[in-house]
């Protein structure tokens, strides 16, 4: 587990935009499923934000809260941002033709996984994003073997200056 | 022309027939009717988005509510996008197939189109042209509609939705999601002072919104407050100030950018009394007509789409027999019936 600590939302876009690289790289192999963990605020969808920038996505990032799944199709790979913030019972999942997501190129990332429940293909990277003092900090763990190098080398040097303060467990 | 509307494009299913005479014949939304002899007598408790075994119930009673069988219909719409493919897909293959069986012409209808002509339903209707604030839980939009399928986007949020920040911030006051209209109830109970809010965007040139930051303003602003009822009805009273600020100042910066004096407010939140008052006074100080379609039609229906759809029917425009919809569709890629794309 890498922890980062994250003085601002800038900070919190610049990690998802460090992800970037290795997620397209990881996902060409077999899809990808990151959840995002959090309360409200703390910058869930900022990081999504910086990770699609990073995946080369120049439009906007609208919060998926009410449409529930925001697909984005990029170069190296294709991206399904959902939110399940609304789902009153994992079985809704079955109506979002989730399935169909799970495929070589595909990066599923799910903010709100814990409302997924079993229904919800495990994380093969979970962040969880919580207030720390007047920002917020990151705990990255690996849920998979191929994501452990990634989340490794979050804790090496070459990470911005604004995002330091790491530690590893 | 008589024609029957199908919304499917996220959580509602909503079915309606429009006549160009007689109006609107019936419309019902699945989450919001009794069904009868369908499911015998019983209504079972079906999932948010579970629009497969909702539709043709629903088609059937909106049908016997209007008096109408599917021999006197002209055609039939449905939603072609944008919105949850999979929800899309359902109302397409429905209602493009009826449309087959009965031997009429069918339609898919963009959903943020319909959203823009539902005031039309209304008496007085807006005349062409109108701006639109759009403000929802799903959108937050300001539109220059011109007519029929000429519509240029002004501005429209970078994060969350209106609504949505209304509901998650009455989430954070303790109030249930969604909260939107509770929180608007508490704030009646309240008054300034509490915390100092910020107004995304409203300094900056241009018509986006970004309400995300409001959102999480609320939530570090009350970390050291203790939350007694008076003190959340203070917050809440702060927050819809700041959010009405924001929607009226874009609002009227739209009018006074195109010159167009009509303004329709629609979507959940154009509910919000606090938000009526401010336009309604700002607006008619500046000479600006304000229109607010019934809320019923602020929100997913069908009577949009059937509206819409007859609008494009009618002059000509159909669907071809495969069906088809789409996730992402972009308004002002809409062109008015006949044009070349």
Redesign the interface.
């Known amino acids: 587990m890498t922890r980062i600590f994250l003085p601002d939302a800038a900070a919190t876009a610049a990690l998802g935009a460090r992800l970037a690289p290795g997620l397209a790289a990881a996902c060409q192999a077999g899809p990808v499923v990151v959840h995002l963990e959090g309360?409200?605020?703390a910058g869930k969808?900022?990081l999504v934000?910086g990770l699609l920038r990073g995946l080369g996505h120049e439009g906007?990032?609208?919060?998926p809260?009410?449409?529930?799944?925001e697909?984005y199709e990029l170069p190296d790979c294709e991206v399904m941002h959902l939110d399940l913030?609304?789902l009153?019972?994992p079985?809704?999942l079955?109506?979002?033709?989730l399935e169909d997501l799970l495929r070589p190129g595909g990066l599923v990332l799910v903010e709100w996984a814990e409302r997924g429940g079993d229904r919800l293909p495990g994380a093969d990277l979970k962040l969880a994003l919580d207030?720390q003092d007047a920002g917020r900090c990151a705990r990255c763990t690996a849920g998979s073997g191929r994501l452990e190098p990634l989340v490794a080398a979050l804790a090496q040097a070459g990470e911005p200056a604004s995002s330091r303060r790491i530690e590893t467990k | 022309m008589r024609v029957l509307g199908i919304e499917t494009s996220c959580d509602e299913t909503g079915v309606a027939v429009v006549d160009d005479r007689a109006g609107l014949l019936a419309h019902a939304l699945y989450s919001q009717v009794r069904l009868h002899a369908e499911f015998g007598g019983v209504v079972p408790e079906l999932a948010s988005r579970d629009h497969v075994r909702k539709l043709l119930p629903l088609v059937d009673q909106v049908l016997a509510e209007a008096g109408t069988t599917p021999a006197e219909l002209d055609g039939v719409a449905y939603t072609g996008g944008p919105g949850l493919i999979g929800a899309l897909l359902v109302g397409a293959c429905a209602g493009r197939s009826l449309a087959w069986a009965w031997g009429v012409p069918a339609i898919g209808v963009h959903h943020m189109e319909a959203h823009l002509l539902a005031p039309m339903l209304e008496s007085p209707a807006p005349a062409f042209p109108f701006i639109a604030l759009l403000v929802s839980g799903g959108h937050s939009m300001l539109v220059e509609v011109q007519g029929l399928g000429q519509y240029r986007v002004l501005g429209e949020t970078l994060d969350d939705a209106a609504g949505e920040a209304f509901d998650k911030t009455a989430k954070v006051l303790g109030l249930g999601y969604p909260g939107g209209p509770a929180l608007a109830q508490l704030a009646t109970a309240g008054g300034p002072g509490r915390l100092s809010l910020p107004r995304p965007m409203l300094r900056r040139p241009g018509l986006d919104f970004s309400f995300s930051g409001l959102k999480t303003a609320v939530i570090i602003g009350i970390r050291d407050l203790e939350l007694d009822e008076k003190t959340r009805a203070d917050v809440a009273w702060e927050f819809q100030e700041a959010m009405v600020d924001v929607l009226v100042g874009k609002s009227l910066r739209a009018v006074e950018q195109t010159g167009i004096r009509r303004l329709v407010v629609a979507g959940g939140v154009g509910a919000n009394r606090r938000l009526r008052e401010r336009l309604t006074g700002d607006a008619a100080a500046l000479g600006v007509e304000v229109f607010y379609p019934r809320l019923e039609f602020c929100t997913d229906n069908g009577a949009m789409i059937a509206y819409a759809g007859m609008l494009r029917l009618k002059a000509g425009e159909a669907a071809s027999s495969s069906i088809e919809a789409r996730a992402r569709w972009d308004l002002e890629t809409l062109r008015p019936p006949g044009a070349s794309v």
């Open positions: 309360p409200l605020g969808t900022t934000r906007r990032v609208r919060s809260t009410f449409t529930l799944l697909p913030y609304r009153a019972d079985a809704e079955d109506y979002l033709g207030y």
